[in-house]
C-alpha cells in the first residue's frame, strides 16, 4: 500500500466550493484522504498518473471520483468519457457533484457511465445530505473489484 | 323539289332568257333572277347574295368580259358562266383566263343545269379552302405573335443541335442577335457551363427518347461571364408522327435561385444564433447558480460557527460568501456587456487604430506599472472604421489578459501591430511573451465562462466579449501560440 492512499478525487475549480464539499465531508465524519484537482486536465493527469503524477501506481485508483462538470481546459464530461472508455480506470465509481440540472447534461453523464448524478442543492441542509449519502454510498457501502493488472 | 337559285342574266334578248329560265327549272332550280344588258343596271344588281352569274358574250351594250372584269375589280367571286350564241374560240379563252368558270352555247343549253351544279360546287369548296387557308392564316399569326412576344425565351432546336428559330427574349438572355443564333449549334453557343454539358445532352437524349418530360434546371455562364440559372421546359415538335425538332422554353430563374440560397444562409445563420443563444442560457443558468450554492453553504455553516463560537472560522466563512456575491457581481456586470454587443453600439467611425490602442493602455496603466510591462507599438497603423469605445474594450480586454498570463517572465513585452491584410482588411496583432497557451485550448479559450486557469481571477467573459465586438466588426480573431512561448492574438477590422 502506497503512502498516500488516496480515497477519494475531487475535481472542483473554484477553491470555496472546495471548501464547502470538504467541510461537509468532515461534518460527516469522512475523513479520507482526499486529492483535489482544479481543472480537468489535471483529473486526467492524476488518474492515469501522467504529468505532475506521472511516480503514481495506476492500479491504486481512488474509491470515488467527485467531479464537477463546469471544469477549465478539459471539461468534466470528457472526464467521464476518458475515464470510462480506459479499461485501467472504468470500475472507478464517478459521481458527477454539479449545479446544472440541464437534462443533456444528466442525459449524456448516463450514456457514457456516470455512476450517480448529483445536483448540488441551493439548500444548506440538503447539500450536506446529499454529500452525506455520496460518502456513505461510495465510501462505506460500495464494493468495486480489485484492480487487475492485464 | 326545286333548288332555290338566285340567278342574274346578262342578257339582251327575252326570248333567250327565257330559254335559259326554262332549261334551268328543267334541270330542278327555283331560279329568282334579274336579267340586265348594260352596265349600270348590272353593276346595281351585283351583290355577294347571288349564287350564279349567266352572261351572254356580247351584248350591243355590254360584253362578258367586261362583267367579269367589274365582278373581280369589286372583289368578288360568283360563279360566272359564259351562255353565248356565237362561239368566238379567243374571246372564250380570255374569258376563262378571267375567271370564268365554265361556257355554253345556246344551241346546246341542255348541259346548263350541270354546268350551274358544277359552278356551285366548285364555289363551295373554293369558299371551304379559302376558310381553310384564312383560319391557318390566322393560327400562324397568332403562333408567331405568341412565339415573339412571350416573356419566356423560347427556342426551336433541331434533332441535331441546330438553332432552328428563336424567339426576342431567347435572344436577350442568350445576349446575342437573332443571326447569331439561328442555324448554329446550341452547343457553340459558349453561353453553356461545359461542366453541364454532358448532363445537357444525356437530358436531351432522353427528351427525344420519350423518357424525360419534367422541366429540369441546369445552370449556365453566359458570353459575358455572367451565371444564369434556366429551368427548361421541352416539348416536342412531330411532323407525320416524327419527331423533327424540340421546342425549349428557358425560364430564367437566377433570381429565384439566389433568393433560395439566401434564404438557405439565413436559415443557416438563424439556426447557428438559436445553438448560440442556447449554449449562452445554459451556461449562464449554471454559472449564475453555482455561487448561491457556495453561498448557501457557508451560511449554514456560518450559524453551526456562531453556535460553537468559532470565531475564527466564521471570519474565513463570511469572506467566502463576500467572494461569491463578488463573483456573481462580476458575473452580471459582464453579462450585461457582453448582451449590449450588436444592441447598443456607438455610431461607427474612422479612428486612428493607434488612438485605440492609446486609449486601452491608459485604461490597464496600473496593471502595466504593477507588472513592469513594456509595451511596444508599430508605427503609422491604419485608420479603421468601427465603434471606438468597443474596440478599445478589445484592445484593453488582450492587454489585461497579456498581463494576467505574463507568467515569472522578467521581461514583460507586448508587442502591438498590423502583420498583412485579409480579404482586404488589416490584420492586427498583439503579441506577448507570456506564458502561451497550448493548441488544444486556442478554440476553447474564445467561449464563455472557459477560464483556463482556476485560479486568476476575472468571469471567463473577456475573450468572448472581445471575439463578439470583432465579429460585429465583421472582423475575425484567433490565436497563435505554444506554451512557455508566449500568445498573439490577431483579428481583422474593417478599413476606413
Known amino acids: 500500500m502506497s503512502m498516500e492512499n488516496i480515497e477519494i478525487l475531487l475535481v472542483e475549480d473554484n477553491p470555496n466550493d472546495e471548501e464547502l464539499t470538504l467541510y461537509a465531508l468532515r461534518e460527516n465524519n469522512i475523513t479520507n484522504q482526499i486529492q483535489v484537482a482544479r481543472d480537468g486536465a489535471e483529473a486526467l493527469e492524476y488518474l492515469f498518473c501522467t504529468g505532475a503524477f506521472a511516480g503514481r501506481q495506476i492500479n491504486d485508483p481512488p474509491k470515488v471520483v467527485l467531479l464537477d462538470l463546469k471544469l477549465p481546459k478539459v471539461d468534466g464530461l470528457e472526464v467521464l468519457e476518458r475515464i470510462k472508455a480506459d479499461e485501467r480506470t472504468r470500475t472507478i465509481p464517478v459521481v458527477v457533484l454539479t449545479s446544472s440540472h440541464e437534462e ?25 445530505e446529499a454529500i452525506r449519502h455520496i460518502g456513505l454510498y461510495w465510501m462505506l457501502l460500495n464494493k468495486t473489484p480489485l484492480y487487475k493488472s492485464t | 323539289m326545286s333548288l332555290p337559285l338566285r340567278v342574274l342574266m ?17 334541270a330542278g332550280y327555283e331560279p329568282d333572277w334579274r336579267r340586265v344588258d348594260n352596265e349600270a343596271d348590272y353593276l346595281s344588281c351585283l351583290s355577294t347574295d347571288l349564287d350564279v352569274i349567266l352572261a351572254d358574250y356580247s351584248m350591243p ?61 366548285e364555289k363551295r369548296l373554293n369558299d371551304e379552302k379559302k376558310q381553310a387557308l384564312n383560319a391557318l392564316h390566322e393560327n400562324e399569326e397568332k403562333y408567331r405573335s405568341l412565339f415573339e412576344s412571350s416573356p419566356e425565351p423560347i427556342m426551336l432546336i433541331g434533332l441535331d443541335g441546330t438553332i432552328l428559330d428563336c424567339n426576342q427574349a431567347a435572344q436577350i438572355i442568350a445576349n446575342r442577335p437573332r443571326k447569331e443564333l439561328i442555324g448554329k449549334s446550341f452547343q457553340d453557343l459558349g453561353v453553356l457551363d461545359e461542366t453541364n454539358m454532358p448532363v445537357i445532352m444525356q437530358r436531351f437524349t432522353e427528351i427525344i427518347g420519350g423518357k424525360l418530360f419534367a422541366p429540369f434546371q441546369i445552370r449556365v455562364i453566359r ?20 419527331i423533327y425538332a424540340i421546342q425549349v422554353i428557358s425560364r430564367d430563374i437566377t433570381e429565384q435561385k439566389q433568393i433560395e440560397a439566401e434564404r438557405e444562409n439565413l436559415i443557416q445563420e438563424l439556426a447557428a444564433r438559436n445553438a448560440e443563444l442556447e449554449q449562452f442560457t445554459y451556461t449562464v443558468s449554471h ?74 493602455i491608459d485604461i490597464v496603466h496600473g496593471q502595466l506599472e504593477k507588472r513592469d510591462v ?107 501560440s505554444k506554451l512557455g512561448e508566449g500568445s498573439t492574438f490577431y483579428f481583422t477590422l474593417p478599413k476606413e
Open chain 2, 374 to 480: 513594456t509595451i511596444q507599438t508599430q508605427p503609422n497603423l491604419p485608420i479603421v472604421y468601427g465603434d471606438r469605445q468597443r474596440l478599445t474594450e478589445v484592445l484593453q480586454n488582450l492587454l489585461d489578459n497579456a498581463i494576467k498570463y505574463m507568467g515569472d517572465q522578467t521581461n514583460p513585452l507586448v508587442e502591438i501591430g498590423q502583420h498583412g491584410e485579409e480579404d482586404d482588411k488589416p490584420i492586427f496583432f498583439v503579441k506577448d511573451n507570456g506564458i502561451g497557451i497550448a493548441p488544444e485550448y486556442h478554440e476553447r479559450i474564445f467561449g464563455l465562462f472557459n477560464k483556463l486557469d482556476p485560479n486568476m481571477d476575472g468571469t471567463g467573459i473577456g475573450l468572448a466579449l472581445v471575439k463578439r465586438i470583432i465579429e460585429f466588426h465583421k472582423g475575425s480573431i484567433w490565436v497563435e
Open chain 1, 104 to 128: 443533456r447534461d444528466i442525459v449524456e453523464s448516463y450514456q457514457l457511465g456516470v455512476n450517480s448524478y448529483i445536483v448540488k442543492p441551493v439548500d444548506f441542509e440538503q447539500f450536506n
Open chain 2, 10 to 26: 346578262l342578257e339582251d334578248s327575252e326570248m333567250d332568257a327565257e330559254l335559259v329560265l326554262y332549261e334551268l327549272r328543267r
Open chain 2, 287 to 360: 454559472d449564475l447558480k453555482s455561487p448561491l450554492v457556495t453561498i448557501n453553504g457557508y451560511l449554514g455553516y456560518i450559524e453551526q460557527d456562531a453556535a460553537s463560537g468559532n470565531l475564527e472560522r466564521l471570519k474565513q466563512d463570511t469572506q467566502r460568501i463576500q467572494d461569491a456575491t463578488n463573483k456573481m457581481h462580476a458575473l452580471l456586470t459582464e453579462l450585461l456587456e457582453l448582451s449590449r454587443i450588436g444592441r447598443m453600439m456607438n455610431a461607427p467611425e474612422n479612428i486612428s487604430f493607434e488612438e485605440i490602442v492609446k486609449d486601452a
Open chain 2, 61 to 121: 351594250q355590254f360584253n362578258a368580259l367586261r362583267a367579269l372584269q367589274l365582278m373581280k375589280e369589286r372583289g368578288m367571286d360568283m360563279p360566272f358562266i359564259i351562255v353565248t350564241g356565237t362561239a368566238g374560240e379567243e374571246a372564250v379563252a380570255e374569258c376563262m383566263r378571267q375567271g370564268a368558270r365554265d361556257y355554253l352555247l345556246k344551241d346546246r343549253l341542255g348541259r346548263l343545269g350541270s354546268a350551274v351544279e358544277h359552278a356551285l360546287q
Open chain 2, 223 to 242: 458570353n459575358d461571364n455572367k451565371i444564369l440559372w434556366l429551368e427548361i421546359h421541352v416539348a416536342l415538335l412531330k411532323k407525320d408522327d416524327a
